[in-house]
């Protein structure tokens, strides 16, 4: 059995954490940004965008992400080039956006009653009982369970490793391939995914906790 | 509060029906509401007090009947309000709700600036002075920066006061404001209300507090099973019900 050359891992797996990170920040704000208008289409009045915002999300969950990954590198190389790091972020934030997008939904949905009756009661519009009242709360709302969902987020960009980008995942398969011992290189690579993971979640119980005080919930 | 003309009520409300199904709400009650008056709505629950009174600012769609602001009904259709009709009568009425309903990400001034800007079109620094002379008149100025959360239950419900206020409605609805309360804590806002009637505010209060519709209401109405069982001064109706419903209902809350 090999010895980990520890030198050469720390190097190679510290390479693909840039690839790690920005994959997971990108596609967590993308998801930020894009989930919104999803969600709104979601819970429209107008039964035509309820309906495509509602297979967006069924389509973009249902599917794996690597599936995803795979269908974009090789399907839209016309398209977007045949750039992995490209392909693996348009799919991850594909599919971040539609999770988001039911956080967005669900908080919206869970702004109490009361918030609606008592901006109704004030003779706010539909449009200004939405934008000025729903809104800000639901997006608040959502800012928790959405910290939480990016530590999934951040698991899952290790399926670039797959197309082809540097990230994590890739480094340690690549390590093992040129003769480091397999168990203890994904361990390492393992760890610090886990590290990489608990500042996020202590960033959503900060969130969870601020955000408590600030909506009716 | 803006005089009306001659005997005419502040608000009419005749016929008004209001089911849920197969279940009756409001079986047909007719009410008037002169200016400057505070009328308490009681009686047991499921009598429906807060339907009645949710149905002078349409937050529930009556079926039949018609409800009068200032002489001029509020809608052509009150089964089907139309939107226009629907905002001019919430311009018109102020509502304070049971849980308060302030807006928790915003701060206190701001829940009292907010509707003021949007619905009367005031500008931010008119809307901003009248927040403040409305917080000095429930005693919480210095809550102006805070967030609703930071304050008390007692306080909140000062505050929401304060924000129904501050579009200067021609009159005011109460639905249990202090039921979600304690009774030492209901004490500031029930001061509050009664501050409001001496200044000649047109009330309508759904309330359990039968002290504070002794003292301070002009006239009792007593809802039982969707009807208006009987209406009057508080000495004469507490002393002397006209119906046993009344009579039950009265000894079982002043528990004689």
Not at chain 1, 90 to 111: C, D, K, Q, S, W
Request: aromatic share 6%; glycine share 8%; net charge neutral.
């Amino acid at each position: 059995m090999n010895q980990l050359d520890w030198g050469r891992v720390l190097e190679a797996i510290g390479a693909g954490i840039g690839y790690t990170v920005g994959l997971t920040v990108i596609a967590f704000l993308g998801g930020m940004i894009l989930g919104f208008p999803v969600a709104l289409m979601r819970v429209s009045r107008i039964r035509a965008l309820r309906w495509i915002g509602t297979a967006y999300v069924e389509i973009c969950r249902g599917v794996p992400v690597v599936a995803w990954m795979l269908l974009i590198f090789y399907g839209l190389a016309d398209l977007i080039g045949t750039d992995p790091l490209i392909a693996a972020t348009v799919a991850l934030t594909v599919v971040a956006t539609a999770y988001i997008a039911e956080n967005y939904r669900a908080a919206l949905l869970h702004v109490p009653l009361g918030q609606w009756e008592a901006a109704v009661s004030l003779g706010l519009t539909r449009r200004q009982l939405f934008w000025r009242v729903i809104a800000p709360q639901g997006v608040t709302i959502a800012l928790a369970p959405s910290a939480t969902y990016a530590i999934g987020l951040l698991k899952e960009s290790a399926f670039a490793a797959v197309i082809g980008v540097s990230d994590i995942a890739f480094q340690a398969r690549t390590l093992t391939q040129s003769g480091q011992p397999g168990l203890a290189t994904f361990a390492v690579a393992g760890a610090v995914y886990l590290l990489l993971s608990l500042p996020i979640a202590a960033a959503a119980r900060t969130i969870d906790r601020r955000m408590r005080t600030r909506s009716a919930m | 509060m803006a005089p009306t003309e001659g005997d005419q009520p502040l608000v009419r409300i005749d016929g008004l029906r209001k089911s849920y199904g197969e279940h009756t709400v409001l079986d047909g009650i007719t009410l008037d509401v002169n200016a400057g008056d505070v009328v308490a709505l009681i009686g047991p629950s499921g009598a429906g007090k807060s339907t009645l009174l949710r149905c002078v600012n349409y937050l529930e769609i009556p079926d039949e009947g018609v409800i009068e602001l200032e002489g001029v009904p509020t809608a052509a259709a009150p089964s089907a309000p139309t939107k226009s009709e629907l905002l001019a009568v919430r311009r018109k009425t102020g509502m304070v709700f049971q849980g308060f309903h302030l807006f928790p990400h915003l701060s206190v001034l701001r829940n009292i600036t907010l509707a003021q800007e949007l619905v009367l079109g005031r500008s931010s620094e008119d809307a901003e002075q009248r927040a403040l002379q409305l917080l000095d008149r429930v005693g919480l100025r210095e809550k102006a920066s805070a967030r609703p959360t930071q304050c008390s239950g007692g306080q909140q419900q000062r505050i929401a006061i304060a924000r129904a206020l501050a579009l200067d409605p021609v009159v005011m609805l109460f639905d249990e404001p202090t039921s979600a309360l304690d009774p030492e804590v209901s004490v500031e806002v029930l001061r509050v209300m009664r501050e409001l009637a001496d200044l000649g505010t047109t009330m309508v209060v759904v309330t359990h507090e039968m002290g504070f519709a002794r003292r301070v209401a002009d006239r009792v109405a007593m809802l039982a099973g969707g009807s208006l069982v009987e209406q009057g001064d508080p000495a004469t109706m507490f002393s002397d019900p006209q119906h046993e419903v009344t009579a039950r209902f009265l000894n079982a809350v002043f528990d004689r």
